[in-house]
């Protein structure tokens, strides 16, 4: 449910945005700032594919040990698909159609590795702690939401609450609330596609439409965890 991560000592953690399928214009953005695969990590808010023409390569990205993401709503349509769980044509309306046109196999393949991904992630920082996680803390605290994913005697049907508000809530964005998550340095989250950076408190939507096409003006934004602002291209 969570996985943590102590301060990288060697080089920088940069954290990106929905992806949705759209890895080679990623791995340009990455190139852009200088990304050192050596030594720096990257950490992705979830939704890795649908929409765009690259979904299926999100298999390979996980398996790069620089790369640590979390599971997004679109990974929980993927995981909900093969069981029946998830209906074709909402799926097909929301980019799924790559993965209905999989075969059985392929499809679990794609849904075990998604369901093999945390809901959240924590990461150390000079500055504090940072809490990653898809959609939205869905409590008024980080420790809080944490507590209840770790606890073993939660009913299924208060993690599941959890875990939908987590990968699905725009309650806090739609509100305008700007009251923030009093424990942690930040928490940064994607699902909702805006044109810019954007905070509430000390909530960061860092889903910035990499993935919208080329006329819509949408891009990559790639935060540095050090900072808590967006990297800055090399020039030349």
């Not at 959890?162 to 923030?180: F, H, P």
């Not at 009093?182 to 989250?189: E, F, G, H, L, S």
């Amino acid at each position: 449910m969570i996985e943590h991560y102590e301060i990288n000592t060697a080089g920088r953690d940069l954290i990106v945005g929905d992806i949705h399928g759209y890895f080679t214009r990623l791995q340009a953005c990455l190139d852009g700032v200088g990304f050192d695969p050596a030594i720096d990590r990257l950490f992705s808010v979830g939704d890795l594919v649908d929409r765009g023409p690259e979904s299926r390569l999100a298999l390979e990205w996980l398996e790069k040990p620089w790369f640590h993401a979390i599971a997004g709503n679109h990974e929980d349509m993927a995981i909900r698909f093969p069981n029946g769980n998830m209906d074709a044509e909402n799926y097909i309306a929301n980019g799924g159609g790559w993965n209905v046109a999989n075969t059985d196999w392929e499809r679990i393949q794609f849904a075990d590795a998604f369901a093999a991904l945390p809901i959240a992630i924590e990461l150390e920082t000079a500055g504090g702690l940072i809490g990653i996680v898809h959609a939205d803390c869905p409590m008024s605290t980080w420790g809080g939401f944490i507590a209840e994913l770790r606890d073993p005697n939660i009913s299924k049907s208060r993690r599941r609450a959890l875990i939908d508000s987590a990968q699905w809530s725009r309650a806090r964005i739609e509100s305008s609330w700007s009251g923030g998550v009093p424990d942690v340095r930040a928490v940064v989250v994607g699902h909702t596609p805006l044109l810019q950076f954007t905070s509430l408190g000390n909530v960061l939507y860092i889903d910035t439409g990499g993935w919208f096409p080329e006329n819509k003006g949408g891009n990559f934004t790639l935060l540095d965890a050090a900072t808590l602002q967006p990297a800055r291209q090399i020039e030349g």
